[in-house]
């Protein structure tokens, strides 16, 4: 059976349909009917797939794949951020082909992006791959706090009417602490270390959106990706051959790669 995907003005075929149509060579009788079902969208029915997204984070090294994703798929997407210029320097709209629909607003213009918002997808917070001292774990630990409340407030300040239906808040493995040999789910307790008291202060804040708002927390572990991260940062030494062992080799975690879909 073929199914068949095809916008309302044209008829795309997956596979050629039995020679003897092609022909009149053979009779149409001796011919093998196939059945075949087609379904057709409009552009309307795709205009109405469409989501509009705020991200924060959205400079950051996961953010930026999620912008490039969603507008991929032809969403439209809010970069939500302290610094436009910082942002406008990543996503490029005015003078190039590569974001043109993409809208950066400041805090001032927050409010009105979530507004109208399919969806908020939270993902600021100041790295951590970086040494610690106290002025620095105390900016690690505010960041995410800050903006989580802030988007968070905003969401339930919102008209129901424009209120966004959804709110993805990122979080991190962190939230177990660590240990050699238990095995951690997400009805895990939480660790009792740094890190684990950052997440859980964290989903905390996320926790207080609207009731209305369908909230994912996503505990993200280790994230790879040749162009930033911890895997840029360890390549180099590598191939200087001056890379060693991570740890003891009994250690395991959670790792997300990260791909660009276009070129």
């Not at 044209?10 to 087609?38: D, G, N, Y």
């Not at 507008?71 to 190039?96: C, M, W, Y």
């Not at 974001?99 to 918002?117: L, T």
């Not at 951590?128 to 001292?133: D, K, P």
Request: proline residues 5%.
């Amino acid at each position: 059976m073929d199914v068949l995907l095809c916008r309302a003005s044209t008829l795309t075929w997956s596979q050629s349909i039995s020679p003897c149509l092609h022909s009149s060579a053979k009779p149409f009788s001796r011919c093998e009917a196939k059945k075949f079902r087609v379904f057709c969208t409009s552009d309307h029915t795709q205009k109405a797939s469409q989501m509009t997204v705020s991200v924060t984070g959205a400079t950051g090294f996961i953010g930026r794949r999620l912008v490039q994703r969603l507008q991929a798929d032809n969403h439209q997407v809010r970069v939500l951020t302290r610094s436009r210029s910082k942002a406008e320097l990543i996503f490029p709209g005015k003078k190039t082909r590569f974001f043109p629909g993409v809208m950066i607003a400041e805090e001032p213009q927050w409010r009105d992006c979530i507004q109208g918002s399919t969806a908020v997808v939270n993902l600021a917070g100041t790295p951590i791959g970086t040494r610690w001292s106290s002025e620095i774990k105390k900016e690690i630990k505010e960041s995410r706090i800050r903006v989580t409340s802030k988007v968070v407030d905003l969401i339930n300040e919102s008209p129901e009417g424009v209120r966004p239906s959804v709110l993805v808040s990122a979080t991190a493995l962190g939230y177990y602490g660590t240990s050699e040999t238990e095995v951690f789910d997400e009805s895990s307790p939480s660790g009792n270390d740094y890190l684990a008291e950052v997440c859980r202060e964290w989903e905390g804040t996320a926790l207080k959106v609207n009731k209305d708002v369908r909230l994912a927390l996503i505990r993200i572990g280790i994230v790879l990706g040749k162009d930033g991260g911890a895997l840029a940062k360890m390549i180099p030494l590598f191939m200087m051959f001056a890379g060693g062992p991570l740890g003891s080799g009994q250690q395991w975690y959670l790792l997300f790669i990260l791909w660009t879909p276009f070129n």
